[in-house]
DNA sequence: CAGTATCCGTAATGATACTG
DNA sequence: CAGTATCATTACGGATACTG
């Protein structure tokens, strides 16, 4: 089987040893999926992420985000109001990683359910 | 823009805040993505892969494949011989990542580049 | 509301040496 | 060759309190 319909001779490495590994230095966080899982649907407020994902902290969340927008990304948009409003959305660049994120939800939906059998049976033989 | 295709109030959570969350746990380790991507042409041995992700040790490496072993998407085959030989290679299941994988391929081979110039800047402005 | 600022524990990773 | 074992370090992430 070959798989690989790319030529990667002329890829240039950057530090990286192939352009997954680049990939992970983007999406790799903890969270970083997530978050921009749910920013596909379009632009979302601070709170309301953190409502969207239980398992993290205000001070994880501030720093993905901004590792996110340092990479470009999401877009923050401040109004300026009291109370304050802050929506963060996907740019165009941003975008681009949709299809990555939707294969990791397509396989999530699909095969949850055995992995987590699959790790009750593994914790019995422990 | 609703790109939300799926049903997801069926999804059963399992500790899980969405699929995509699980999808992480499975493939979210710092090398994983890496490893299974070497492993899509065909088996390797642990020497060999070694060589190929050359940022890993070989006690991170252990780890990462026992992991993945555990989780049933690859496969760990010993041959008895001296000097020891064993090869790693995707299950079926692990087959079905191959898609995500891919797409984080794509997505490295296009818009490194593009990642690498943009950090510089964001240097300078620090 | 949308963050910062501190402090702190632990899990992740690394370096090095050793082995069937 | 394909690992373990041990020790050290760091980075990741959490709890809590405070603020424009």
Not at 28 to 48: A, C, M, P, Q
Not at 61 to 81: A, F, N
Not at 102 to 116: A, D, N
Request: aromatic share 8%; net charge negative.
């Amino acid at each position: 089987m070959n798989n690989q319909q790319f030529d990667l001779s002329n890829w240039q490495s950057h530090g990286y040893s192939c352009p997954v590994e680049a990939t992970l230095d983007i999406i790799g966080g903890k969270w970083k999926s997530v978050i921009l899982y749910h920013l596909i649907d379009g632009e979302i407020r601070f709170n309301e992420l953190k409502r969207l994902v239980p398992g993290i902290t205000q001070r994880m969340l501030t720093l993905q985000l901004r590792e996110l927008e340092r990479d470009g990304i999401i877009h923050r948009e401040v109004y300026k109001q009291v109370p304050p409003k802050v929506e963060y959305s996907l740019t165009s660049f941003g975008e681009t990683l949709i299809p990555i994120i939707k294969s990791m939800l397509h396989w999530g939906i699909e095969h949850t359910e055995k992995i987590v059998q699959h790790r009750e049976q593994a914790e019995v033989k422990d």
